[in-house]
């Protein structure tokens, strides 16, 4: 199994709203990642989680909270969002041996309204 | 990690190989060149990814020149699904956490026409 799940694949959510998105993945791998893709741009990374713990916060306002409850899964909760959040979020994960490669999942496409 | 600077875009006819190089002129000892694809709206997919030795597998060939200041990835017989945006990355030894961030660049967008 190479693959990195993301759900939902869609999200359409108001401003006062609190949703979450949910990344798995079953590789062992012990890096897991949050990105943050708008239109036309590359990815910009969000978080980053090293054997379950947050270990990069790439300035990432507070409307955004990351969570990894076990080494498989990952989740971002979203709170008051504002419509430039808008975008496409993925998740991704790496091994913890060296010169491994990232997976990505498909991503999560949100609209704030 | 060292920045890298790519074409904006490339055409390529199906059938023919697809070049497409990268330049990552400050980059240090220990980075590696990572190549990833990015077909619209999915998310990106490895390709891969070298240390100085030129590397090859199923999907493609990447050469790096001798002083490691520049990369090419080949797609030696270009499809029609091939057409994405290529992002060329630079980074320290493995992807993973506290190693550092891997930033992507604005990439190439490859077109590949029949």
């Known amino acids: 199994d190479t693959e990195v799940t993301q759900t939902p694949k869609h999200l359409v959510m108001g401003m006062t709203n609190k949703k979450s998105l949910k990344c798995e993945q079953h590789?062992?791998?012990?890096?897991m990642y949050w990105y943050k893709q708008k239109a036309k741009k590359p990815p910009e990374l969000m978080f980053v989680?090293?054997?379950?713990?947050?270990?990069i916060n790439e300035s990432v306002p507070s409307r955004f909270s990351p969570e990894c409850p076990n080494s498989s899964l990952l989740n971002l909760h979203l709170h008051a969002l504002q419509p430039e959040d808008s975008a496409l979020y993925l998740c991704?994960?790496?091994?913890?041996?060296?010169?491994?490669?990232?997976?990505f999942g498909q991503g999560t496409r949100l609209t704030v309204v | 990690d060292a920045k890298t600077t790519q074409p904006p875009s490339m055409d390529c006819a199906e059938g023919r190989a697809a070049n497409l190089p990268c330049n990552h002129s400050?980059?240090?000892?220990?980075?590696?060149v990572y190549w990833y694809r990015q077909i619209h709206s999915q998310g990106p997919q490895y390709i891969i990814h070298?240390?100085?030795n030129n590397e090859t597998n199923e999907m493609a060939s990447l050469i790096i020149t001798e002083d490691r200041k520049s990369s090419t990835l080949i797609l030696p017989h270009a499809t029609l699904r091939d057409t994405a945006v290529y992002y060329c990355?630079?980074?320290?030894?493995?992807?993973?956490?506290?190693?550092?961030?891997?930033?992507f660049g604005d990439g190439t967008t490859l077109t590949v026409k029949p």
């Open positions: 989680y090293s054997y379950e713990k947050l270990s």
């Open positions: 070298g240390l100085k």
């Open positions: 991704a994960s790496s091994g913890p041996l060296k010169n491994t490669e990232a997976f």
């Open positions: 400050t980059i240090s000892g220990n980075e590696y």
């Open positions: 990355i630079v980074r320290v030894a493995f992807w993973g956490g506290n190693a550092g961030k891997s930033t």
């Open positions: 590789m062992g791998h012990r890096a």
